[in-house]
């Protein structure tokens, strides 16, 4: 589940890029944390993606999850938003 600060920031970002038209949505995990911690990290990436479809339905939306060595990073999500060129 998302945080009431990660739905802040998920419709912050939404409504900051209204022209956008596809959002991804990257789980992050530490590299040595068990592969379990896979299945936490990808849910929390559905969640935003999710979040973000429902607060603009024109979004295409993908979710993934991917390793990372910075411990800065660990258990966060990354949007990646992408809007056509104008």
């Known amino acids: 589940?998302?945080?009431i600060l990660?739905?802040?920031q998920v419709k912050a970002a939404?409504?900051?890029?209204p022209n956008a038209d596809k959002f991804i949505c990257t789980g992050i995990r530490y590299y040595d944390l068990p592969v379990?911690?896979?299945?936490?990290v990808r849910k929390r990436a559905k969640a935003a993606c999710e979040l973000?479809?429902?607060l603009n339905p024109n979004l295409s939306t993908w979710?993934?999850?991917k390793l990372t060595w910075s411990?800065?990073?660990v258990g966060k999500v990354l949007l990646t938003i992408k809007?056509?060129?104008?």
């Open 63 to 65: 979710f993934q999850n």
């Open 52 to 54: 973000a479809k429902e």
């Open 83 to 86: 809007s056509p060129v104008s």
């Open 6 to 8: 990660q739905k802040k």
């Open 71 to 73: 411990r800065s990073y």
């Open 1 to 3: 589940a998302l945080s």
């Open 36 to 40: 379990s911690v896979n299945i936490m």
């Open 14 to 17: 939404v409504d900051s890029n």
